[in-house]
């Protein structure tokens, strides 16, 4: 399909499996903008994009715009998001900064709104 049919198809929306990832820091000192501008770098570079953010929950799609390895490219900013939660936890004085990691995969209409 040429490339002007495919741009054409994503317009009116397309179904596409994608994976979504959600997260949530729970911790009342923590106000750090550095803190989610290195979330969005994990994000960026395992080819999530930031859908939502509200606060410190964040919503990150996988597989919007390239549709390949999006469950794999979730994980891997999981597994880098819990490690880097684990050393800032080691590395604190304060209370430790809780998170919660949701993902999951499937079937949506995606496009231009």
């Not at 994503?10 to 550095?34: C, F, M, P, Y």
């Amino acid at each position: 399909m040429p490339l002007t049919n495919n741009l054409l198809t994503l317009q009116k929306g397309e179904r596409r499996e994608v994976t979504i990832l959600v997260l949530q820091v729970r911790a009342d000192h923590v106000s750090d903008v550095s803190l989610i501008d290195t979330l969005i770098g994990i994000f960026k570079k395992h080819a999530g994009q930031l859908e939502k953010s509200m606060g410190y929950t964040i919503m990150v799609v996988f597989g919007k715009e390239i549709s390949y390895k999006q469950a794999e490219n979730a994980i891997a900013s999981a597994l880098e998001i819990l490690q880097l939660f684990k050393e800032l936890n080691a590395s604190s004085h304060e209370a430790p900064i809780d998170i919660s990691l949701g993902i999951a995969t499937g079937i949506c209409l995606v496009g231009k709104r």
